[in-house]
Nanobody
Framework: EVQLQASGGGLVQPGDSLRLSCAAS????????ITWFRRAPGKDRVGVSS?????RTYYPDALKDRVAISRDKNTVHLTMINLKPEDTAIYYC??????????????????WGPGTLVTVSS
């Protein structure tokens, strides 16, 4: 079955940096738009970073100075710097067969991974 797997989460201290990875099985990620979402405790799922099939990248204003996304054939990376306690969340990667018209709309995405937990605490 087609599967996305996010990895790289863990317990980090405020100010640390972290790189998460999204890997695909049964398909090549280069054929899909890939977006990272996160869900913090008690909060809705929100977008973190995205890269489209045409390599265009998107970042929410609140995170644009602290996150970066990169991709190759089968792996997409999310790099976060200067982590804050409010970054604590489960991070998911999602894939869309077609470049989304609305990048942060969850319904645009066809495949989702189970997510990886990032905890930012001293």
């Amino acid at each position: 079955e087609v599967q996305l797997q996010a990895s790289g989460g863990g317990l980090v201290q405020p100010g640390d940096s972290l790189r998460l990875s999204c890997a695909a099985s049964r398909f090549t990620l280069e054929d899909y738009a890939i977006t990272w979402f996160r869900r913090a405790p008690g909060k809705d799922r929100v977008g973190v970073s995205s890269v489209y099939k045409n390599w265009r990248t998107y970042y929410p204003d609140a995170l644009k100075d602290r996150v970066a996304i990169s991709r190759d054939k089968n792996t997409v990376h999310l790099t976060m710097i200067n982590l804050k306690p409010e970054d604590t969340a489960i991070y998911y990667c999602a894939a869309a067969q077609r470049d989304p018209r609305l990048v942060w709309a969850t319904y645009e995405y066809d495949y989702w991974g189970p997510g990886t937990l990032v905890t930012v605490s001293s």
